[in-house]
């Protein structure tokens, strides 16, 4: 791996339970089901209108959510006082009547068949030897700036404290006399 490589990370869903039986895997199915959904490439594009981004993760995340819940045995109303929205909501998302649901259920299939693979783009996060040089040079300016804006302010201090002390001194003479 060289530095400021990207690599592409594979996303195991391999442990997620398509039934789940306890809170915690109804929780390990929802997000499964959300970053499964999320990055999948063609719902990517659609989240690249920042105007339809939070309504598609919040519709993605009850989708995900009711499903994952459903398929733990939930109740319609369970589910929708779970996640706080109306009992029509939950059932249009999970008949895919709505985009996120179908969406979510279209993710859940190809979870259930273990065809669910999301690769992600990371970066190594290691920086050159250039960089890191350039970056120690900056650090040294800034530390060099510093020392210097510190030496300002002492003198800055100091010239203050003479002026309070000559002030003091006018105060005193102007009072006692």
Same mark, same amino acid.
């Given at each position: 791996m060289s530095a400021g490589e990207v690599v592409t990370i594979e996303v195991d869903f391999s442990h997620v339970p398509v039934k789940p039986t306890t809170?915690?895997?109804?929780?390990e199915l929802e997000?499964?089901?959300?970053?499964? !959904?999320l990055f999948r490439p063609d719902v990517?594009?659609?989240?690249?209108?920042?105007q339809e981004f939070t309504t598609w993760v919040d519709s993605l995340a009850v989708a995900a959510g009711a499903l994952a819940r459903e398929k733990a045995g939930y !109740?319609?109303?369970?589910?929708?006082e779970e996640l706080g929205r109306t009992e029509a909501t939950i059932r249009n998302h999970l008949q895919g009547k709505t985009k996120a649901g179908a969406l979510v259920l279209e993710t859940y299939r190809?979870?259930?068949?273990? @065809?669910?693979?999301?690769?992600v783009?990371?970066? !190594?996060?290691?920086a050159?030897?250039?960089?890191?040089?350039?970056l120690?040079?900056?650090?040294?300016?800034?530390? @060099?700036?510093?020392d210097s804006m510190k030496k300002k302010m002492e003198a800055i201090a100091s010239y203050a404290r003479e002026a309070e002390g000559a002030i003091r001194k006018i105060i005193e003479e102007a009072s006692s006399g």
């Open positions: 809170p915690r895997e109804v929780r997000i499964a089901l959300i970053i499964g !959904t990517m594009k659609s989240l690249l209108d920042p !109740t319609i109303s369970r589910i929708a190809m979870l259930a068949r273990g @065809k669910l693979r999301i690769a783009p990371a970066s !190594t996060g290691l050159s030897k250039e960089e890191v040089e350039q120690k040079k900056k650090v040294d300016e800034f530390s @060099k700036a510093l």
